[in-house]
């Protein structure tokens, strides 16, 4: 049975000692390495002790509210060292691994994970419904209790999806594409262990993107239906249909006046559709208007608006790109946007940081970045940063 529990507090990782630069950097790039708990973060950039895990990229990360957890992931050479050696970059199988780290901002500590039953890679983001983090595996839903450091595997049903929500208490898997076929959509039970088919939605054959809130769930769509080799260059306006909460009933949406999409996040009060510019649209009324990005949805009416203010112009080859999703705040193409002020900030990676970041995730108001690549050397940067955006941003 899921239910609500406490993660205790583990075992401190290793920390550096007399304020030494910290490995990877040199000289005035050298990084101090904060202690800091996460309630008493300071504002800006922060490194933190190293994982007691390989580096790596393409992880799976996810937040379970007391512990940030880095699962498996590739460790193989950057793409960048196979690229020189004239290979098509890849994931080699012997490079793919089934370990992980987690990480407690309270206490400063790491601890190893327990080897999962399959390789993990980000290829699919988890899903997180109490301290209970659901992947997709090879082949199967695999679950791990971050409580008691276990895995289970759960058979998949093999006409299913592989994009992952949580529910308040179950995960659906859905089909990101309906383009080709309508491929159903399903709901995992985990206190019985049951499987689900949700109803058929009303949007037809779609690209789709979802995200559950106190009154369902919400499916983005852009309809692919009409689209030829003449719509090259050209953007669909979004359809949009909400599941209600018992997963019995869909209703559609109004339109909206948006096209593409970011990261959809529920801030607490809203959804928002994080992306910023314009595209034209095509086809209907709104064919050949240059349309936002992105926007904002208030439920359960539907009602979309556009986002408030459009991010500063900046220096996009120097921006640190990560993203990832938290609630009111998402990090995305090298900014931040900042729901509950409206206000845009470029990411600019802190000194000593590795050109490419590894993976992001949001522990509550804190961003934390595992890992990265230094272009320069094509060597995988062990590094772990925090980021905490200043007061009243």
């Not at 996040?265 to 994080?274: E, F, K, L």
């Amino acid at each position: 049975m899921l239910k609500s529990r406490v993660t205790p507090t583990l075992l401190a990782a290793a920390l550096l000692l007399m304020g030494c630069a910290l490995p990877g950097t040199t000289g005035s790039e050298a990084a101090v390495l904060d202690q800091t708990p996460a309630q008493e973060a300071p504002p800006g950039w922060s490194r933190l002790p190293e994982a007691p895990i390989s580096p790596r990229s393409d992880v799976a990360a996810a937040w379970t509210g007391s512990e940030a957890l880095f699962l498996g992931g590739y460790s193989g050479p950057p793409c960048g060292a196979i690229a020189a050696g004239g290979d098509v970059c890849g994931m080699e199988a012997q490079y793919l691994e089934r370990d992980g780290a987690a990480f407690n901002p309270a206490t400063m500590s790491w601890r190893r994970t327990a080897a999962a039953p399959t390789r993990i890679t980000a290829s699919f983001p988890p899903a997180v419904l109490n301290d209970h983090v659901f992947l997709i595996g090879e082949g199967s839903l695999l679950e791990y209790d971050a409580d008691r450091d276990r895995w289970q595997t759960h058979p998949l049903p093999s006409d299913s999806g592989r994009s992952l929500i949580a529910t308040d208490d179950s995960v659906i898997v859905l089909s990101d594409s309906n383009e080709y076929e309508a491929l159903p959509d399903y709901v995992y039970d985990p206190d019985v262990d049951t499987w689900t088919q949700l109803p058929d939605d009303p949007l037809g054959k779609a690209l789709r993107r979802g995200v559950w809130t106190p009154h369902g769930l919400l499916l983005s769509a852009s309809d692919v239906s009409t689209i030829d080799l003449d719509d090259a260059g050209w953007s669909h306006p979004l359809q949009a249909a909400l599941l209600e909460p018992g997963l019995k009933t869909w209703r559609t949406l109004p339109p909206f006046a948006q096209v593409n999409g970011g990261s959809l996040s529920w801030t607490g009060q809203r959804v928002i559709d994080v992306a910023y510019g314009t595209s034209t649209a095509r086809p209907g009324a709104e064919a050949g208007t240059p349309l936002p990005n992105g926007g904002t949805i208030t439920l359960p009416s539907g009602i979309w608006r556009g986002l408030a203010q459009q991010p500063p112009a900046g220096d996009e080859e120097a921006a640190w790109r990560i993203n990832a999703v938290g609630g009111p705040l998402v990090s995305r193409a090298g900014l931040l946007y900042d729901d509950r002020s409206g206000i845009w900030t470029s990411m600019t990676p802190p000194a000593g940081a590795p050109d490419v970041p590894g993976v992001g995730v949001w522990a509550g108001d804190s961003l934390l970045v595992f890992g990265g690549v230094d272009g320069a050397r094509a060597h995988r940067d062990p590094s772990v940063w925090r980021f905490h955006p200043s007061p009243g941003h």
